[in-house]
């Protein structure tokens, strides 16, 4: 692996944990991760994890909780990820779920309409902050998960 | 209008602009808020925006334009600009954009299940970039808004 | 519960689940939460994400693995909380674990010490990026977890 | 194009579109930028966000509005804009509009202050969260954009 | 001091530290606040950190080096510090700022351009990121405090 | 120095600082660096903010003071200053102190903590701030410094 200026040589400190070298705990998350993806590799973003087993697990753990199916359909749970990756400026994460969603369907127009609302969204965020909106009382309950 | 701690008083300056107080060409604007939305009444956001004409008649000319129906539905571009505004801690557009999905049919399970996305996201976000993970070759194009 | 203005009433919907009001299955985790801690209540994060169960098990479960007794002393872990929850301006989440970091033993001067810290690295890491300074080849390996 | 690592090779869908390559609808906005910036070439942003037309419509349209001659001027302008582009992190931004600013006269010690400044911002706005420090009762107003 | 909902009352370890309370060590600072200011009181984020004399020491140190006559004249520096207030949505530092680039002569029509500029700064930022923009050849030296 | 890209080819005002191109301002600052940190070598960061000796001067002397003994130690300071670092994206800062963590006695076990730390922070900071919990009335003065 290599810095942007190509300064940092190998270091195998900082090698990905591949499959064939990981220990059985590792090498369970990753046969899991791959049986419920139906894929046969795995993303570079779980190999780096490895280095803590602990981290590992936990994080593909609710991973797969939250993102299988549910009362939001698969392709909007990936929207929404890559909606917060792009405001919290990861490329990874814009590039894995970018090709997650595509899988799962996404069309360039989507794309560009989720791009729309995402930039639009980080504009006006910041306007009603400057300008300290007092929320509408017709918006009570805005906060809240469960309504009557 | 007063602030948290209730120490600033009234300022007139600090007004919202009641549509009896508007000029002509923020009233033309208002009304086109409430035609498009099908509304009696034009929330917060817009009644301070409109100190400046020119960002109140551009910001809902965009707005208008992006969040209509497109390729995405309606909905999911509200859970989007939720997401983002979450991410970005407006409390304001997190009741707003709150209340305009639910009027479009959010139900509580699917806030719950946007929560839990968002929250790993922020979560993923920031441990992909300190472990500096490379993009995979496989999500090349993920950047992209065009795909063969 | 009322806005900063004071202009949303009370919405039933927005209430907190208190104890005696809530399921079997969110009992049990606030019992998990009083026992882990050895306290008698329950603060308000709970509460609030009590609307959803299954978040409220997963970010509880996660949280009580990570916070707890490691290669970390427990005051450290919470003056790192403390540091993100700065950075990102999450007040409720500045408050909680600024009260965890207090019953741990965090001295003012600590405190202070921290805020020092937190305020530096906010600014250097903005001109870090202006700059676009390239990582030194001696820092190879910084941003692995593991080392020879 | 290719990734930090060079491991994603060139993929057609992700090419910025060339003036050559454009559609009419595209090649229009085109002639707009250079015509309204007095030059020869497109950079890169537009290229890209063009797979998206009407994306690049509005942004330039907008774009166009608000950067022109107005209350302020345009260095100020540019110089406002790098903060903000610093701040979030994003270098495509902190590069063209650097590049845009010293087009209109910023000198190196303009750009020394501006990184004073945004760094100090920077800091001082987490210490002033983090010490939830009420809003004096001499700064009402504050927020508006108009005052008496 | 209260909080948001009026549940956490007096704590005489949270009063700002007034003039007439202050050591000698921190009333000199208070004093060359004042008279670097021509003032004749302090604003509330000094008597929050005062609880902290070497914060409050350095901190007022460095911005009145950084916020003084240079190359940049008083309220552009004003407005860059606004800026990325409103991007990291710190209320305070937007109302203490926005008092004093009023004082510095900032009219209505010069916030409503710096507001537009930040949202749109804010939107082409997570823009320029989603679609991985590579930096033109012809802007390098973008970085740079320097140039030729 | 090149960019992501490569396109951006060698320009001389882009290169850091070296000691022996140094006027004797910034070479006292370079040699009180190396004095300090007991190091014979100067970091980048440095190198490029040296392009301004005053920002150079006062971030180095800010610095020097507030990573210094005190309060906390050392070591708990570099782990705050890489969990602000990763929270805010700074790739360099997160490389750099890590680096200087691993030299104080970092672990890898405490490495991983401390990403599951950070990783848990950015997710509930957002959810507590969805769900607008109000901070509970046992945790007042969590922003203060200084407690009875």
Redesign the interface.
């Known amino acids: ?5 190509g ?3 190998g ?4 090698a990905p944990i591949e499959y064939a070298d990981a220990s059985p705990e590792v090498r369970a998350i990753y046969d899991d991760i791959m049986a419920t993806r139906k894929a046969d ?1 795995i ?3 779980w190999k ?2 490895a ?2 087993p ?2 590992l697990r ?2 593909w753990s ?2 797969k ?3 299988g199916p ?3 359909d698969p392709l ?2 990936e ?3 890559i ?17 997650s969603a ?1 899988a799962k369907g996404m ?42």
Chains 1, 2, 3, 4, 5, 6 share one sequence.
Not at 11 to 14: T, V, Y
Not at 84 to 99: D, K, M, P
Not at 109 to 137: F, K, S, W
């Open positions: 692996m290599t810095t942007k200026t300064e940092i040589a270091d195998a400190s900082l590799w993303n570079n973003f780096y994890l280095h803590d602990q981290n936990r994080i609710d991973l909780e939250i993102m549910g009362a939001l909007t749970k929207l929404i990820y909606a917060v990756s792009i405001t919290n400026g990861c490329r990874y994460c814009i590039s894995s779920h970018g090709a595509r069309s360039a127009a989507q794309y560009g309409e989720l791009l729309a609302v995402v930039g639009m969204a980080n504009q006006t965020n910041r306007l009603a902050v400057a300008l300290d909106v007092p929320v509408d009382g017709r918006f009570a309950g805005g906060n809240s998960i469960t309504r009557t």
